[in-house]
Nanobody
Framework: HVQLVESGGGSVQAGRSLRLSCAAS????????MAWFRQVPGKEREGLAV????????YYAGSVKGRFTISQGNVENTWYLEMSSLKPEDTAMYYC????????????????????WGQGTQVTVS
């Protein structure tokens, strides 16, 4: 069993930056894909970005590519989402997720691919 804990959410003005962190604990030796999703009420959860354990492989949603950067932390089983040029439409609950499988361009954005989820952290852009 893997536990994920997000941190770093908050309220910011449009155009500013924010960094989210996710820390995994428990049975983490099988994690092969680490990702970030977001969700607004009434809409489906949206995949934003995914990173491999090495940090070499990443995929991004078109809506955030060029503004958001996913990365692995120096501490094992920690990853980040650096968000810049934030817009009001980025307002959402943000979730980190982890999967045992290596996910690729055709699958990484599907919520059903992920085994573990954090509780979410709210980001509000005004």
């Amino acid at each position: 069993h893997v536990q994920l804990v997000e941190s770093g959410g908050g309220s910011v003005q449009a155009g500013r930056s924010l960094r989210l962190s996710c820390a995994a604990s428990g049975y983490t030796n099988r994690l092969n894909s680490m990702a970030w999703f977001r969700q607004v009420p009434g809409k489906e959860r949206e995949g934003l970005a995914v990173v491999s354990p090495s940090g070499w492989s990443t995929y991004y949603a078109g809506s955030v590519k060029g503004r958001f950067t996913i990365s692995q932390g120096n501490v094992e089983n920690t990853w980040y989402l650096e968000m810049s040029s934030l817009k009001p439409e980025d307002t959402a609950m943000y979730y980190c997720a982890a999967a045992d499988s290596h996910l690729y361009i055709g699958s990484w954005y599907r919520t059903r691919e992920y085994n573990s989820w954090g509780q979410g952290t709210q980001v509000t852009v005004s």
